[in-house]
């Protein structure tokens, strides 16, 4: 039993933290928020030069063929700078259901220009009805002819606006069981008939509507098979579960790690006020929360680098933990801090919004502790 | 990382369930011609479970009927002449020299089981690791091999009545005379105390007051036997008595039995609070008594389905079942470190907060689960499992107090694990 990050993934962790400090600035962040593509094309270019795009792709597709946990460990850090762009859509949300579900022809077309840095993907799977169950699957995909024609509305769509494809979950038949009919298509954003419009959001990262208005797609787009795409779905959720997680868990740990120190300098009543106890409390419980955040995550990735029978119910864990520890550490953050943790100025605010986006993502804390219950046979 | 067994650890792991599948049986067979509800052990099996303290933690119950006592000291017997008492201990000592991996696949085995350890957790779990690092040859020969086979029964005199989170306000006294120390005073929490043949003691033998406070204190081997010591049971919130109060009076105490360097106790006895259980192995516990948890949701009802289809009691369990296993993963951590041996990492001192309090959270949920029936203790008609949830829920509001207080562990967590300064006046 050796539970600790190996010396060549604590090398990928700290040569991504100091690369991110150099090349990721809170000055950048920032900027993003207020740009129109909301990513800079020149770090997506660097990062992919670092190989981190293609970093769990294997060598033959231009990937570094490392494992699912050493990604984890460099979203943590990614997480930590707050990296703007569409890293976790492009490489978890599209890249590996390519490379699980697609066929040679489609891995040859989508893997090597993701590692290059050339090509941008997401997934289109939420709807209005804001759920993660195949049965609130209504886009439709119908066949015609050789093909298929998409119709309906992709709601809150990660970095669409900016995306060459979209991985698109349409439901294919009607069908008592609703996980039966559902089918995913790869679609060139430039198709006739696709619409995608930003949404503003908290962070200012990207989420988009995207109208599918009679899109005619051949039937190369289709990744998988046909009806039987549903446990695609799930293994990507329960990889960008664990994902999400990683990337809360770097964040919620900047978010400590700063109070910290600003609770060892700041001065008042005549001492630190890391000197109180109601602040050495409050920080006590955040350590609770974000080395809690550390084990489960470490533990719910290794679970899918070595395919356990548990991963579903690890990721629920530590998607349900980390939507709480994230915003625990920055809410104790902003109140540590006092009126300038209030400030547009801090930086802590910029954590906070990314903690409630980060809840959000892939089913919140109560949803997945619902999951637990449902797993454990309640 | 890696989570899987080495071949060794596999063999250990085969050949620890094939006795307790063996002897489990036995020990069941015995236990249950003891009749229902024990007053220390909830129960084994069926359903529900142990609390906190009747698995012979350092809290392990005392004031049992002596059928019970006598039940105890047997499988005590058994675990230790398989070896399985002090795995990892010296096996010059009577160990097993062992890892404390295997030690903590021994401990995720028992739990799973429900099985309670022998008698002596103290001495097991904090006297004989303490002597294991401070002693000399001659204390650890005669005292670590009588620890492992439960012939002496240890208890803990470090509390006093003016001292108990602040330690160093402790006021008994040892003073030297001829070949003896003398000791006066009054310990107070003495787990175990009215039972116990030995005690770990800390005395202040440094009187100048200008000594910082933390190089008065001497760390001491006390027989319980000796003219002088008084033990008195105290009666607990669960109206049992487990602990007493000490008093010393003209207690003569050889000078060998003093352990480590004279006025260095207070740096041993803070070594020896840190012997607590693993927190993988209180997380592995907590699992288990989730699953009861789980039963018991099933079987109540209210607004006429079962509870547990309520969804706010689903939540709740859910989140237990998170922090149990998020406690687990960061005690496997901790475990790692320990393994190499490094010095303990954030993850441990950090994990021992959340179980200490996960606990009491369990305990609570289990008593809100049964409705007005959480009224009845043990013995009443319609008593649920003969009152082991209301007795585990009385003595789980311990668990935050015993063994340094919640409030102290986010002190030493502020301070020592993430820096922040101390307050001074």
């Known amino acids: ?378 | 990382m890696d989570f899987s067994l080495s071949p060794q650890e596999e063999a250990f792991r085969k050949e620890l369930c094939d006795w307790l599948d063996k002897n489990g049986a036995e020990l069941r067979k015995r236990r249950a011609a003891l009749g229902p509800g024990g007053l220390g052990l909830g129960s084994l099996a069926p359903s529900p479970r142990m609390g906190p303290r009747a698995s012979g933690g350092p809290g392990a119950p005392q004031g049992e009927p002596d059928a019970m006592q006598e039940f105890t000291r047997w499988w005590h017997r058994q675990l230790h002449d398989a070896g399985y008492v002090g795995i990892a201990w010296p096996k010059d000592y009577g160990g097993r020299g062992a890892t404390l991996m295997e030690q903590a696949i021994f401990n995720e085995e028992m739990t799973k089981r429900r099985l309670p350890t022998g008698v002596g957790g103290l001495g097991v779990g904090w006297a004989g690791p303490t002597i294991i690092v401070h002693g000399t040859e001659e204390q650890k020969k005669r005292f670590l091999p009588r620890i492992l086979s439960g012939e002496d029964v240890w208890c803990q005199a470090f509390s006093e009545p003016g001292a108990g989170s602040d330690l160093a306000g402790c006021q008994t006294r040892a003073v030297e005379d001829s070949d003896c120390y003398v000791v006066n005073g009054q310990k107070v929490w003495t787990t175990g105390g009215m039972g116990a043949d030995w005690a770990i003691l800390l005395a202040k033998t440094d009187f100048d007051h200008k000594t910082p406070v933390h190089r008065t204190f001497s760390y001491f081997l006390m027989d319980m036997h000796s003219p002088g010591v008084t033990v008195r049971p105290l009666r607990e919130i669960t109206g049992f008595a487990a602990f007493g109060e000490t008093f010393l009076d003209n207690v003569r105490i050889p000078k060998d039995l003093m352990l480590g360097q004279k006025n260095n106790g207070w740096y041993i006895s803070m070594n020896t609070l840190e012997f607590e259980r693993s927190n993988s192995a209180s997380s592995i516990q907590y699992l288990s008594t989730i699953e009861s948890l789980i039963e018991l949701a099933q079987k109540m009802r209210r607004n006429g389905q079962p509870l547990s289809k309520d969804p706010v009691t689903r939540q709740r369990i859910a989140q237990f079942y998170i922090e149990a296993n998020v406690g687990k993963y960061m005690g496997m951590r901790a475990l790692t470190r320990q393994l190499r041996g490094q010095t303990p990492g954030p993850e441990s001192s950090v994990g021992s907060l959340l179980t200490m309090e996960l606990g009491q959270r369990i305990e609570d949920f289990a008593m809100y689960l049964q409705g007005s029936y959480s009224q009845l203790m043990g013995g009443s008609k319609y008593a649920i499992s003969n009152g082991a949830w209301q007795r585990a829920f009385l003595s789980s509001r311990g668990r935050t107090i015993m063994t340094g207080t919640s409030e102290i562990k986010r002190n030493v967590i502020a301070q020592r694990t993430l820096g922040l300064p101390r307050y001074t006046e």
């Open chain 1, 1 to 378: 039993m050796n539970f600790e990050l190996d010396e060549e993934q604590v090398m990928l962790k700290s040569s991504a933290r100091d690369f991110l400090q150099q090349a990721c600035p809170k000055k950048l962040v920032r900027a993003m928020m207020e740009d129109e593509k909301g990513y800079s094309p020149e770090l997506w270019k660097k990062i992919a030069d670092l190989g981190w795009l293609g970093l769990t792709f294997p060598e033959e597709y231009g990937g570094v063929g490392s494992s699912f946990l050493d990604l984890v460990v460099l979203l943590e850090e990614c997480g930590r700078a707050l990296l703007p762009g569409p890293l976790l859509a492009t490489v978890v949300l599209a890249g590996h259901p390519v490379l699980a579900a697609g066929t040679n022809e489609q891995r040859e077309q989508f893997l090597p220009p993701i590692s290059r840095g050339e090509m941008i993907v997401t997934l289109a799977l939420l709807e209005a009805s804001d759920s993660f169950e195949a049965a609130d699957v209504r886009v439709t995909a119908t066949q015609s002819g050789d093909g298929f024609v998409i119709n309906g509305t992709k709601l809150f769509v990660p970095h669409a606006h900016v995306a060459d494809y979209l991985l698109c979950v349409t439901r294919t038949k009607d069908s008592p069981n609703p996980e039966d009919g559902i089918t995913l298509f790869l679609v060139d954003t430039r198709t006739n008939g696709v619409k995608i419009e930003t949404l503003k959001t908290m962070t200012g990262e990207r989420l988009c509507e995207v109208v599918f208005n009679g899109v005619s797609v051949p039937r190369s787009c289709l990744l998988g098979e046909l009806d039987k795409g549903w446990p695609v779905v799930k293994r990507i959720l329960i990889e960008a579960q664990v994902a999400e997680s990683a990337w809360m868990t770097g964040g919620a740990r900047w978010a400590m790690e700063t109070s910290i120190d600003y609770a060892k300098t700041r001065i008042a009543f005549g001492r630190p006020i890391g000197s109180f106890q109601a602040i050495q409390h409050k920080l006590a419980d955040v350590a609770v929360a974000v080395e809690g955040a550390t084990s489960i995550v470490y533990y719910a990735a290794w679970t899918i680098m070595e395919n356990q029978p548990d991963m579903a119910l690890a990721a629920a864990m530590a998607k349900s933990w980390c939507g709480e520890a994230y915003k625990q550490a920055t809410f104790a953050g902003v109140q540590i801090h006092g009126g300038i943790g209030y400030t547009w100025d801090h930086d802590m605010h910029l954590y906070l919004k990314r903690a409630k986006a980060g809840e959000v993502a892939f089913g919140d804390s109560d949803y997945h502790r619902e999951r637990v219950a449902q797993m454990l046979g309640i």
